[in-house]
């Protein structure tokens, strides 16, 4: 939505973002101001004050955003018509993303269209981009990132990560990567006292700017449908990824950004047996060849 604004008119684009996304933000070419979603109202609403906004976009919202946006004097407010919280806005849009009738991010794509109809909406991707941190063509790197931090509802047993990583660990020139996220230690202490092959394990306690150059530097990125495969949709590289086996959680939701040729998304049953494995296997092993 940011990147079609920007690339398609002549307005200067800000962003509101909390503390863990704001130097992601602040890397971007196509976002011109990144204000902090801070703690404190009456100097958050003073900061948004001084840059004189127009008009504002919400993808979500809650009373506590209504109410800042409201109070910082900005003329036009846009946002899903949903909740009480809409009260604080003057120009809604009906969605219903409960019925999942397209993608999360086609929903926020609509919310532009309502403050320019004629807007060209057509991608440009990738819409994360670091230069010079293109894979390496000799060796192929397959990531794989079994954590979910509590928020998947669609995942593999850890220990069914550990079988698809090892099937593809003896092919020539493919190197297996493991990352971890800041939740998930449990996840690592697992895979460590398990692990019977050449794996790197990566916890990666960085920032998310190096986080996502990390990502970039893969061939295939293989998790569950959270934060990091979303980055990895970003980055518009090749995802294997898992959603929950309804649709709420699936992939019709959530699915990335990314192409539609780069993403092998699969709905993972609650008790899934040696069958829908072998499926995911299968589908591994000819990403990889």
């Given at each position: 939505m940011l990147k079609i604004l920007k690339t398609q008119t002549n307005h200067r684009v800000i962003?509101?973002?909390s503390k863990i996304n704001y130097d992601l933000a602040r890397s971007i070419d196509y976002i011109d101001e990144v204000i902090l979603y801070s703690e404190n109202p009456l100097q958050l609403i003073k900061n948004i004050r001084q840059q004189k906004i127009d008009t504002s976009i919400s993808c979500?919202?809650?009373?506590?955003?209504?109410?800042?946006?409201?109070l910082s004097g900005i003329k036009t407010r846009i946002s899903p018509a949903t909740k009480i919280a809409q009260l604080f806005f003057n120009q809604t849009v009906?969605?219903?993303?409960?019925?999942?009738?397209?993608t999360e991010w086609q929903y926020n794509i609509d919310l532009l269209k309502a403050f320019s109809p004629d807007i060209n909406c057509q991608l440009d991707?990738?819409?994360?981009?670091f230069n010079n941190l293109t894979p390496c063509s000799n060796i192929?790197?397959?990531?794989?990132?079994?954590?979910?931090?509590?928020?998947?509802?669609?995942?593999l047993k850890l220990v069914d990560y550990l079988k698809l990583a090892k099937s593809i660990s003896a092919i020539q020139d493919i190197k297996v990567v493991f990352t971890f996220g800041p939740d998930d230690s449990e996840?690592?202490?697992y895979i460590q006292s398990h692990i019977d092959f050449?794996?790197?394990l990566v916890d990666s306690k960085m920032s998310l700017v190096d986080f996502c150059k990390l990502i970039a530097s893969f061939n295939l990125f293989v998790s569950t449908s959270?934060?990091?495969m979303h980055l990895a949709g970003a980055l518009n590289i090749k995802t294997l990824s898992f959603f929950g086996d309804h649709l709420f959680a699936s992939s019709k939701r959530w699915a990335t950004i990314s192409d539609p040729e780069k993403q092998a998304n699969f709905e993972v049953p609650q008790n899934y047996g040696e069958e829908f494995y072998q499926r995911v296997e299968n589908k591994l092993i000819s990403l990889c060849s």
């Open positions: 962003v509101l973002v979500f919202i809650d009373t506590r955003l209504g109410t800042i946006l409201f009906k969605q219903r993303r409960g019925q999942v009738k397209k991707r990738p819409f994360l981009q192929k790197t397959i990531a794989f990132h079994p954590g979910f931090g509590g928020s998947s509802d669609g995942n996840s690592k202490t050449p794996a790197e959270t934060g990091p």
